[in-house]
C-alpha cells in the first residue's frame, strides 16, 4: 500500500504543524477559576479590541457574577457591614493607570478605575470621592448590601465579631466586639496569628492580564476586599505594583491573597522587573514568592506572570488549607477557558 504522500497523512501533518507553531497570543490569564470573566476578556480581544478594554470587561463580568462573593456588591462586609470596592488597570503600554479604593455604592469598581484614568490627570482616588466622582461620570448609585452580605454581617456580629483585625486594643478583640481603644504600652502584644484572621476564601480577587496580538499587555484587579476588614481599610489589589503591574515591554503580573501582607512587597512589580532581567514567567513569579516569605514565612498569596510573547506562569505559597492555586487562561487554540494549577512553594 502506497502510503507516503496519501492525501491523509498529509492533512494529518498539516494538522500537527498547525498545533504546533500556534501563535502564543493573544493571552488572558487571570487569578482563580473564574472562567465567565476569561470568557468575557477573550471575547473582547478576539473581537480585535484592545487589551484594556479586555481587561476592564473581564473584571467587570466578574464584579457582575459577584465572583466567590469575594469581587462585586454583596460580600466582604466590612466591621460595621458595608461593602466597599477596591480595583485598578493598567496599560503597559503608555504605563497609565486608574485606581480607586474604598469605593461605596458603585458597583462597577474596574470601570471607575478606568475613568479616573481616562477622565482626569489623577490616577488614584478614594472613599467618599472617588463614589462622588464616579456618580459624576455617569456610574449609577446603589446600595451594595444584599441578604448574603448582611446575613454574613449578623453572624459575625453573634459570635463576638470573629474573627476579626485588631490588636493591641481592649477590650481583647480575641474576645469582644468593640469598640476598642489602644492598649496603652503594648503589653498584650500577642505574636501575630495570621491564620486565626485569614479564611484563605475571603481574600479572593480577580486578577487578569491580557495581551492583544501585537503585544500590548494590559492589567486589572477588582475585589470587595477582607471580610470584616476596618473601614477604610485598602488591601493590595487597587496598589499600583502590588495588585498588578504591566509594562509592554516585558509582561504583566497580578496579585491575590492576603494584601495587608503582600502590598509590603510590590510583587506585581517584581515579578515584571524578574522578567525584565531575563526570568521566565514561572521563575519571576516565583521568585517574587520567595521574596515575600523571607520575610513572612507564612503568608497566603498566588501570583500570575505573562510575558510580552505569551509565556505564562503562576506561583503560590503555601499556608494552612492552600497548596495550590487554580487560575485561568485562554489562548489560541482553546475553544473555552481552561484552569491550571499550580503547587505552592
Ligand atoms: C432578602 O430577604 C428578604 C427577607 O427575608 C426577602 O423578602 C427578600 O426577597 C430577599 N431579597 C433577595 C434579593 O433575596
Ligand atoms: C517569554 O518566556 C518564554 C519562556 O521562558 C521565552 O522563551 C521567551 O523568550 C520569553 N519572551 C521574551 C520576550 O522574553
Redesign the pocket.
Known sequence: MEVVGSPVLYVLAAQLCAVYSQPALPLVINTWPFRSATQAAWNVLASGRSALDAVERGCTQCEIDQCDGTVGYGGSPDESGETTLDAMIMCGSTMKVGAVANLRRIKNAIGVARAVMEHTKHTFLVGESASLFAESMGFVCEDLTTNRSLTIYSKWLDQYCQPNYRRNVTPDPEKSCGPYKPLKGLKNDKPASPQKAVDVHSHDTIGMIAIDKTGNVATGTSTNGASHKVPGRVGDSPMIGAGSYADSS??GAAATGDGDTMMRFLPSYQAVEN?RM?????SACQKAIARIQKHVPVFFGAIICA?????YGAACGKAPGFSQFHYTVFKPGLSQPREEVVDCL
Not at 531575563?278 to 514561572?282: C, H, I, L, R, V
Not at 510575558?307 to 509565556?311: I, L, P
Open positions: 516585558v509582561g522578567m531575563g526570568a521566565d514567567p514561572t510575558n510580552n510573547t505569551g509565556s
